[in-house]
């Protein structure tokens, strides 16, 4: 995840603050509201390969960001717990 600066921070942190005055968003919100940032990044003036490009390295880095974050810890504790799928 990318590090802002403390600036950006404090500005970013009004967006957040609603998310969670907001409570539980379903799948459909959290996709929607993706949407509407990912729609709003990079506004290039048209939506040329550099700009797809760079919207879809923004997903991707925030998905290999969960994963990393989230789910593997998930997964090597099921492991530990249950053994590995591969063993016999």
Do not use: C
Request: charged residues 30%.
């Amino acid at each position: 995840m990318p590090y802002v600066s403390r600036d950006a921070r404090r500005r970013l942190q009004k967006v957040a603050k609603a998310l969670r005055k907001a409570g539980y968003l379903t799948p459909g919100e959290a996709a929607y509201i993706t949407w509407m940032v990912i729609l709003r990044t990079f506004p290039t003036g048209g939506a040329g390969f550099e700009t797809h490009a760079l919207r879809r390295g923004v997903l991707a880095d925030v998905s290999d960001e969960y994963r990393e974050r989230f789910a593997k810890p998930y997964e090597i504790e099921k492991r530990r717990q249950n053994g590995d799928v591969t063993e016999p």
